[in-house]
């Protein structure tokens, strides 16, 4: 069976995750209103896969990502 390349992806790459989950855990306490509607819930994580996006497009990763979207999210 044939491997795919190791790839290595930067320690910075995982910020926009920590930040998810920092903002799961903190907007409830202090923006109670702004957290209770689901349309703003969507507009963070959009906000926050902006830049996970762009890097993966632009380190040549467009493939795995179509591929990524095509059979796993959108059967989901």
């Not at 830049?51 to 059979?71: A, C, D, E, K, R």
Request: no cysteine.
């Amino acid at each position: 069976m044939e491997h795919a390349p190791q790839v290595e992806i930067p320690l910075l790459s995982m910020l926009p995750f920590v930040l998810m989950l920092l903002s799961i855990a903190v907007f409830p306490l202090f923006l109670n209103h702004f957290w209770e509607k689901n349309k703003n819930k969507l507009y963070i994580a959009i906000a926050l896969s902006i830049p996970v996006i762009i890097y993966l497009l632009m380190n040549g990763f467009s493939h795995q990502l179509i591929h990524t979207m095509v059979f796993d999210y959108v059967p989901f």
